[in-house]
């Protein structure tokens, strides 16, 4: 058995070794998973109130959409009601990824100016908390379609890939934004109105078919429409999504992921003198 | 990264970290916050927004296994700044660093602490951010507890701990990871005088022919005790380097403070 040797140099803009950073941030997984576990019990998760909150909030979500859209706007379409409360749920899991990652590595400052390990841990151990949150919305819009008559068909299967390309799509925005904000810390302050634009501008509360022709640029331009497109095709129909969508959700999602890590990799060695 | 002992392969006098011509220059911004305000206002008023900082310049230095070196100084002289470059935090911006070893450090206490949880619950999050597994914290999980003094407290919150427990705790997960090469920067100041001596004898115990231990610290008493070379760094230079005792005098008398009682003592 050798020596293990470390040599450190100076860098330019640019990667680390792949290889390597891949494999800290491999023997770091119990971390990712106990730093993601300690932020939700911070937020009262492992209690019997905190687990029935993460079931309540997403009900009481689309309760309030229930009484816009049912009792307000006199509909009875209740897959109208199905495909938001769906696409709804698949939404917060990106913006929750969004806004507990954009502070992840400015309050990771103690941790980053101490220890030497991967910093894109920080952005992933927001997505997994996030993740988290959303688990539990999925049983709740099991019940509410079960309890509405919406069908149950095998190509509902179809919402575990798009599910993933969610996921990878969440982390880049994740890892690009929590970078950002080492940099312009009042990032955070716009984000809510970054998401609650990304809200209406998706079709969530509307149902992409019913797009006025002006505005289809809008599957195109945002990143999540063909995603949420995909997921209500999938679970409020049961049908096959079309493959362009998905594929289109794929690109979207594979491009800002890599982008993000780029991006963060390539500066994440001077945080500790950013922050 | 670090492993909880060490590997004992190493020879004493065998080189353990080589520090060679390395400098660490980098931009901050004036502005404690940065924000898109302050860099909009920055540019319309063509004022400059950041400030270059030369934190280490041509430092060489040699550690080897089976020694202990002492780095005093002023603040602001570097010495976190090197820490932190052997260490693999910062790149440094010229020359080169080898570590032979693996490395843990103990730059601060408490570091992956969560506060609202236990201090159970913070024994297993500050030694995995230490770089321990699951088991080797299970392993050495009473001797932590044990060496922490805070008996039922342990189940406690930490929000609910002194600053005296809390250091407590942290000195004792921090000293449980037995790397090749140990980094301590001013970890000694903890809790009251009676575990101030424990830990002491502590990183005194951790001395051993195939550690290599580098020692931070302002509590001048300590390093002479405990170092077989002492590096004394200003302004990023290293100015000397040497025997423990001349080293110190030669500082403590260009601070034209001559050996004062509250000097010497742990500070």
Known sequence: MSTPLQVYEPFKAGLPKLGKYWKSLWSRRTFIAEHSKSELREQHYDSVFGQMWLVINPLLLSGVYFILIVIIGGTTDTTRYVHLTGTLFLFYLVSNSLSSGVKSVTSGQRLILNTAFPRIMLPLSSVVIALFKFLPTVIVFIVIKAVVGSPFTIQMLWALPILLITILLALGLAITISCINVYFRDIAS?????????????PILYEASTLKPGLLFLEY????FPILDSWSSALVYGQSPEISSVLAGLGWATGIFFFGTYFFLSREREFAVRL | MSSLSASSLHKTNEIAVSVRDVSLTYSTTIDRRPTFKVRAKALMRGKKQTRVVNALRNVNLDVEYGHVLGVIGANG?????????I???????????EVYGSVSTLLALGVGFNPSMSGRDNVYLGGLAAGMTRDEINGHFDEIAAFSELGDAIDAPMRTYSSGMYARLAFS???????DILIIDEALSTGDAKFKE???????ELRSDDRALILVSHAMQTLRETCNDVVWLDKGKVISRG?????????????????????????
């Open chain 2, 87 to 97: 260490a693999g935090i910062l790149p440094p911006t010229q020359g080169r660093i």
């Open chain 2, 77 to 85: 002289a570097g010495k976190s700044s090197l820490m932190r470059c």
């Open chain 2, 243 to 267: 025997e423990p005792n001349q080293v110190i005098d030669a500082y403590q008398e260009f601070l034209q403070v001559g050996k004062s009682a509250a000097i010497d003592e742990d500070v």
């Open chain 2, 198 to 204: 424990k830990s002491l004898n502590r990183v005194k």
């Open chain 1, 190 to 202: 716009f984000l809510p109105y970054a998401t609650r634009t990304l809200l209406y501008l998706s």
């Open chain 2, 173 to 179: 997960v921090a000293a449980t990871v037995r790397p």
């Open chain 1, 221 to 224: 331009v945002n990143p999540l």
